[in-house]
């Protein structure tokens, strides 16, 4: 691939619900470039971008894929985004070193959850954007009621740049609105408007030349003169209107089938801003901890943001990034600005889906990877170190699906640590703790495919075999009363005995006040040196509860007396009693077992409220307060973790995917009596079982 200026280079990104035709379309794109010279197909898992084995099995894509191409002497950069909630994180990356969005529509389901989401992260990025009215070849396809819907869900400025020629079966290509000509068949043929959609076509350029005019004063004035525009003059327009997000051209066509797909490519040159458009680079330095703002040119100082991390079978750690301002050669050293760590590069390459080929350099504006950086990961920017910069990194969501993982073999436990951290470099949505009351390693992401993807590739990339299960609850367990308690252990062997004798008083404290261990022996009933033994055994005996075997808080433990026998006492013995006793107190004392509760901060359309507080109030949470927000509601709540383990499956199911929620540790509260009893009957049968 020839070296291009970055004037002549566009990145997309490709947005949509999934399985709208995003992948479809770019294969289709691919395929009219002559990048590649057969079609593949989803289905068959033969395209270009979802490559990885798991997108072939599942049949969706689960990575964002770059796949750059030539058309008509300009670079296009198209990122490939998976639709599927479970995997925003790729989409976040995508849209955050983009230049322009092309929002993929299916003309037979229309405007669906995940196009409103995506067209939130796009305005939140202020891209400017297209949309693609996919899929007119299919049963169904209605492409006039497809832009109704989505002027009414993201505005009039949405406006149609083409028309269809046919739907469905008749589907056969499309009318040009700007030039006013019709463009039929595989070769796109030009030709005469057909009769019967003149009036259409008269009402739509209308609409068009409309949104184009309101772009300039002067545009505007000759309009409502009456005066004609100019094929030119309403390129200019549109081009500016996309630019300054005043105007979102439609297009129209059928990616699987190969129909009118050629002129998206033309409409991305033509209408798309280059990365010279977008305007200066905001960094700040790390030496003067001053904002720079950097030209989007080769000639400028360097700094560049890695979106993507994956670990190569072939060439190991492979870094995607795109370079916002300056030139990156190969064979040369960098600088980590966010890590403050200097790194080789080695050859840069240019990617498309699987391939790599060699270049020399990335310039502004262009996306490629390195192999084999040391410490760089997603998010880090890339910059020299006379000139140390720092530029924003892809935001990614909160991990809120998790999943205890067990290692199968002894052999894969030993791998785990090193896998698990090589798995969360790659993926930054997915986050890894070990759970010091359940002693259980937690793995977190967006949802349960993201987490059965990421078990998959632990097992594929690095050998790592574990299976997956609901966490356990931290439960605990304390008292209520105060009491006493008293265990002598006495054990007679041949030589010496053993002998501890300890009282030990059992006091609840208030919430959150922990452990304490105290000691009132007067006259040296118990001898000072055998004070620790006795702390020993009673921080041992906490760890695990009478009740279902929780750990105890929230507990004051007394050592007031006992006796010691001036042979057979020894440290060990002391230790087995004051276990003993403790043991026996708590079970005097009342225990009851205490659960975390959490708090709740759920953002949803106020058209779900009922459904969504109704299903609270079936997991025994507290609604403390509802605040409307512009269409949405948040609702602050409280309820305990057990019933909350799959909320972000069950919001998702509740609200079709609009909801969003935001939970954290509060305190801990009493279990309610029967849930309590199930509880420890569960415990004590999986402690038989053992």
């Not at 040119?297 to 301002?325: E, I, M, N, Q």
């Amino acid at each position: 691939m020839k070296n291009y200026e970055t004037s002549q280079i566009r990145n997309v990104v490709l947005l949509g619900h999934g399985s709208v035709g995003k992948t479809s379309l770019s294969e289709a794109l691919l395929f009219h470039a002559g990048v590649i010279n057969r079609l593949g197909r989803v289905e068959e898992g033969t395209t270009t971008s979802d490559f990885d084995p798991e997108e072939i099995k599942r049949r969706i894509s689960v990575s964002l894929a770059l796949l750059p191409l030539e058309w008509n002497g300009h670079k296009i950069n198209l990122l490939d985004s998976p639709g599927y909630a479970d995997f925003v994180g790729e989409v976040k990356c995508g849209v955050r070193v983009a230049d322009a969005a092309l929002v993929v529509v299916a003309a037979v389901s229309g405007v669906e959850v995940g196009t409103e989401q995506v067209w939130k992260y796009a305005e939140e990025r202020a891209l400017p954007r297209m949309i693609f009215v996919n899929k007119m070849d299919r049963e169904n396809a209605d492409f006039y009621k497809t832009v109704e819907q989505v002027q009414s869900y993201f505005g009039s400025r949405c406006v149609a740049l083409q028309l269809p020629i046919g739907s469905q079966d008749s589907f056969e290509g499309i009318v040009d609105l700007v030039k006013g000509k019709a463009y039929r068949g595989p070769q796109m043929q030009e030709g005469e408007i057909p009769p019967a959609m003149q009036g259409q076509v008269d009402s739509f350029r209308e609409k068009l030349v409309e949104a184009a005019a309101e772009v300039n004063d002067e545009l505007l004035n000759k309009y409502l003169e009456g005066e004609e525009l100019g094929e030119a003059e309403l390129r200019t327009a549109l081009k500016q209107g996309v630019h300054d997000g005043k105007v979102v051209p439609i297009l129209v066509g059928a990616a699987l089938s190969n129909r009118v797909v050629s002129p998206v490519l033309d409409a991305i040159i033509g209408y798309l801003p280059s990365p010279a458009d977008g305007g200066k680079v905001q960094a700040t330095n790390t030496a003067s901890k001053k904002e720079e703002s950097l030209d989007p040119s080769p000639r400028a100082a360097l700094a560049a943001v890695v979106f993507k991390t994956t670990a190569d079978p072939y060439v190991g750690k492979l870094t995607y990034l795109r370079v916002l301002s300056g030139t990156i050669h190969s064979d040369t050293h960098i600088w980590n600005s966010t890590k403050g760590r200097d790194e080789r590069v080695g050859q840069l390459m240019i990617v498309r889906g699987k391939t790599q080929e060699p270049t020399a350099q990335l310039v502004a504006g262009d996306m490629g990877a390195v192999a084999k950086l040391a410490e760089t990961g997603t998010g880090d920017t890339l910059s020299s170190r006379e000139l140390p910069l720092v530029v924003d990194p892809p935001s990614f969501p909160e991990a809120l699906f998790s999943a205890a993982i067990h290692p199968k073999s002894k052999a894969d436990l030993d791998k785990l640590s090193s896998a698990i951290n090589r798995l969360v470099e790659e993926d930054p949505t997915l986050h890894t703790r070990r759970d010091p009351d359940t002693a259980e390693t937690i793995l977190s992401g967006l949802g349960e495919s993201h987490i059965d993807v990421a078990v998959e590739r632990m097992r594929r990339k690095f050998g790592v075999e574990v299976q997956t299960d609901v966490p356990r609850v931290p439960y605990k367990e304390t008292i209520t009363v105060s009491t006493k308690a008293e265990y002598k252990h006495k054990k007679q062997t041949g030589g010496h005995g053993q002998y501890g004798h300890v009282f030990l008083e059992l006091t609840p404290l208030p919430k959150n006040a922990g452990v304490q261990f105290t000691e009132t022996v007067v006259g040296g009933v118990v001898p000072k040196n055998y004070f620790p033994a006795v702390e020993k055994g009673v921080a041992e005996a906490v760890q695990e509860g009478v009740l279902a075997g929780h750990p105890v808080v929230d507990i004051k433990i007394n050592l007031y007396d006992g006796s010691y026998h001036p042979v057979d006492s020894s440290e060990m013995s002391f230790k087995i009693a004051s276990i003993f006793a403790f043991r026996k107190g708590m079970s005097q004392a009342n225990p009851v077992l205490l659960e975390p509760i959490m708090n709740i901060t759920i953002m949803v359309p106020e058209s779900f409220m009922g459904d969504v507080i109704g299903d609270l109030n079936s997991k025994r949470a507290r609604v403390l307060g509802m605040i409307p927000q512009d269409g949405l509601s948040e609702i602050e709540a409280q309820a305990p973790n057990a019933e909350m383990l799959r909320y972000s499956t069950d919001l998702r199911s509740i609200t079709q995917g609009r909801g969003s929620f935001h939970m954290e540790f509060s305190h801990y509260e009493e279990v309610p009596a029967h849930i309590a009893q199930t509880i420890i009957a569960a415990a004590k049968k999986e402690k038989e079982e053992r």
